[in-house]
DNA sequence: TTGCGAAACCGAAACGTTTCGGCTATTATC
DNA sequence: GATAATAGCCGAAACGTTTCGGTTTCGCAA
């Protein structure tokens, strides 16, 4: 394969030139440039990656840790914010390496190997439930000793200072909440996987129900172990919650995420329920899969793709500047009313 | 951040030495080979692999391009192939970098742009519904033409040989039906995406009622186009077909994949019909999801995580001998019976 | 014509490894 | 005890870039 000095030869200049005319640092003669550039042409020359990043110290690629144990990418939270990572990637001609491996090894640490082989300059961590029960402040006080740019996404239970993308989320139940109110609903259920409100996995039940009660609303959550929702555990505790006489049954279902709204519909529509006449949908978390159901669900939050963006940009910076104090960027997101309310 | 010049000088040899030790090549005295070893441990001395690669002509690496337009990940066959991919890439100690863009450029070559860069060795291409009406030997042959190392995965629709792992599939809908008549099936549903049986996108419908004679079965199959299946479509189509009266809908449904039979299930247990009691639900392509749903669905063939395991493992042995002609590596499958039948 | 600043161009060093050939010390063989 | 074979160890070159510091050339104003 073609190098710059094969490059440079036949354009009939110094390898350096060669190099600095390629890279913009030198005009050149518009003699001289067009040659160079007819030799790359001539020979289909294309710069070796590992070269130039061993003379610049940057890799040009990013490490993506997602500890998992199942399939975990498909989840759509996930794959949404994959989506967004790899949009602004091809923006940001980086490269993404994937260190989906579970880091179980005692003192392993999310990523680490990769930094310290220099594969990578940075690291964005997508912690799921599987990372439960992990210190994960070893891992951050870890990449930070080694001086990784970390951004951290999704679950995070340490208590380190870390640079995380989150969404402004705190708002969704209640302005979800009001918006049900205002259509009237008194009787409304909650579909969750028993995280988010509080650490350790186990949902807040009375927290919940104040929420509820704030608005004049009677409710009886309803939750799932971490993991089930995907095996089908939504779409049963669904029916098992439709399957109610009508006069006991919620008017209206709020849902942690889009996949579960999805599950219940499924019931509901099985079940010849009507949607959104005799039952509201409504989830928290948008996802995109939501937009696309059979019918639209009510939902709240920026859509993954633009966590995933931002982290990545938010990475770039700190791969830029690594000496900036952690920081939180929390992407404010928004009620989207769609057919299912 | 300690080269192996410093842990050589810290050991007090010589740095080939230090290397020739560290890399097995040589022995060396227990005294020294120790020295050089703790001197690794004092400095924490992580080899740069970007040097080691410029060295020795492998990266280390291997692309994998998917493209794509809706996030794809999301799709349970495909998050299998990745789990496998993962799974055998820990063990060979190969780094995994995502190519996963859309490569819609006028003549823009599926991953030659990551082979040419070296920033890979070879390429794994999951080529999914989205590379539909590409002209995929353009791909093939102008990555032959790079000398790029090339797995093929899912959906090929070239005339170019190349390398690539498949389902034995042809047989998986015999079986499957062998199967069903064994039960005393007589009227047999069929739930498919309308492709794999022909090229173009469109079921052959001819071909499936012929092989549904073949076992005195009548049939009626329904088909969803590409992408409506994971928008809900699935959901509706099998309602559609379930809300047939009894003595018209079928006894038992095959479904081309997992995805689909859950959708079934799911829509059947809404409407309360009994599985398998008065719906035997059947699946040709084994998922993971499959084995997980409420009445785990029976299915066939080798699950999606072995051909990612085979295809990253043929994509090893391309690397090492790069000479070989294409071969197609056909995982055989067998009848998995489980609750759904 | 002279002087001067800017641009063009070049050679060499550097990034951190592995590897080749050669030298020396050690061990095995007779 | 002499010689051959082996293992230990080393210096230097190489991988393909970028970059630094320098020299030459050019264009323009005085």
């Given at each position: 394969?073609?190098?710059?000095?094969?490059?440079?030869?036949?354009?009939?200049?110094?390898?350096?030139?060669?190099?600095?005319?390629?890279?913009?640092?030198?005009?050149?003669?518009?003699?001289?440039?067009?040659?160079?550039?007819?030799?790359?042409?001539?020979?289909?020359?294309?710069?070796?990656?590992?070269?130039?990043?061993?003379?610049?110290?940057?890799?040009?690629?990013?490490?993506?840790?997602?500890?998992?144990?199942?399939?975990?990418?498909?989840?759509?939270?996930?794959?949404?914010?994959?989506?967004?990572?790899?949009?602004?990637?091809?923006?940001?001609?980086?490269?993404?390496?994937?260190?989906?491996?579970?880091?179980?090894?005692?003192?392993?640490?999310?990523?680490?190997?990769?930094?310290?082989?220099?594969?990578?300059d940075g690291l964005?961590?997508?912690?799921?439930?599987?990372?439960?029960?992990?210190?994960?402040?070893?891992?951050?006080?870890?990449?930070?000793?080694?001086?990784?740019?970390?951004?951290?996404?999704?679950?995070?239970?340490?208590?380190?200072?870390?640079?995380?993308?989150?969404?402004?989320?705190?708002?969704?139940?209640?302005?979800?909440?009001?918006?049900?109110?205002?259509?009237?609903?008194?009787?409304?259920?909650?579909?969750?996987?028993?995280?988010?409100?509080?650490?350790?996995?186990?949902?807040?039940?009375?927290?919940?129900?104040?929420?509820?009660?704030?608005?004049?609303?009677?409710?009886?959550?309803?939750?799932?172990?971490?993991?089930?929702?995907?095996?089908?555990?939504?779409?049963?505790?669904?029916?098992?919650?439709?399957?109610?006489?009508?006069?006991?049954?919620?008017t209206a279902l709020?849902?942690?995420?889009?996949?579960?709204?999805?599950?219940?519909?499924?019931?509901?529509?099985?079940?010849?329920?009507?949607?959104?006449?005799?039952?509201?949908?409504?989830?928290?978390?948008?996802?995109?899969?939501?937009?696309?159901?059979?019918?639209?669900?009510?939902?709240?939050?920026?859509?993954?793709?633009?966590?995933?963006?931002?982290?990545?940009?938010?990475?770039?910076?700190?791969?830029?500047?690594?000496?900036?104090?952690?920081?939180?960027v929390a992407v404010?997101?928004?009620?989207?009313?769609?057919?299912?309310?």
């Open positions: 394969m073609a190098t710059i000095v094969d490059v440079a030869k036949r354009a009939g200049v110094s390898l350096s030139t060669a190099s600095d005319i390629l890279n913009g640092k030198l005009k050149g003669t518009a003699a001289t440039a067009g040659r160079v550039r007819q030799a790359v042409l001539d020979l289909g020359y294309r710069p070796n990656l590992l070269a130039r990043r061993l003379r610049t110290p940057k890799s040009g690629a990013i490490g993506l840790v997602v500890p998992f144990r199942r399939p975990i990418f498909s989840s759509a939270v996930i794959a949404d914010y994959l989506a967004g990572i790899q949009a602004e990637q091809e923006r940001a001609d980086l490269n993404l390496v994937l260190a989906s491996r579970r880091y179980e090894k005692p003192g392993e640490i999310y990523g680490a190997d990769l930094f310290e082989s220099r594969s990578v964005i961590v997508i912690a799921t439930r599987e990372s439960y029960g992990r210190d994960v402040d070893t891992d951050v006080r870890g990449l930070r000793a080694l001086g990784c740019p970390l951004v951290w996404m999704h679950f995070f239970e340490g208590r380190e200072p870390v640079d995380r993308v989150t969404r402004a989320g705190a708002d969704a139940w209640h302005e979800v909440l009001e918006h049900l109110a205002e259509r009237g609903h008194k009787r409304v259920g909650a579909l969750t996987v028993g995280i988010g409100l509080k650490a350790g996995g186990r949902p807040n039940v009375a927290h919940y129900a104040k929420r509820f009660e704030s608005f004049g609303m009677c409710t009886k959550p309803e939750w799932l172990g971490a993991g089930e929702a995907f095996d089908g555990g939504a779409f049963g505790a669904a029916m098992e919650i439709l399957r109610r006489p009508a006069d006991e049954r919620p709020v849902c942690e995420g889009d996949e579960l709204a999805v599950a219940a519909l499924q019931a509901a529509l099985g079940m010849s329920i009507k949607v959104p006449g005799e039952l509201a949908l409504a989830s928290v978390t948008n996802t995109s899969i939501g937009a696309t159901a059979a019918v639209p669900i009510t939902t709240h939050g920026a859509p993954g793709s633009m966590l995933g963006r931002m982290a990545l940009k938010r990475l770039a910076e700190l791969i830029e500047d690594p000496a900036q104090p952690p920081r939180e404010p997101g928004q009620l989207l009313v769609r057919a299912s309310t």
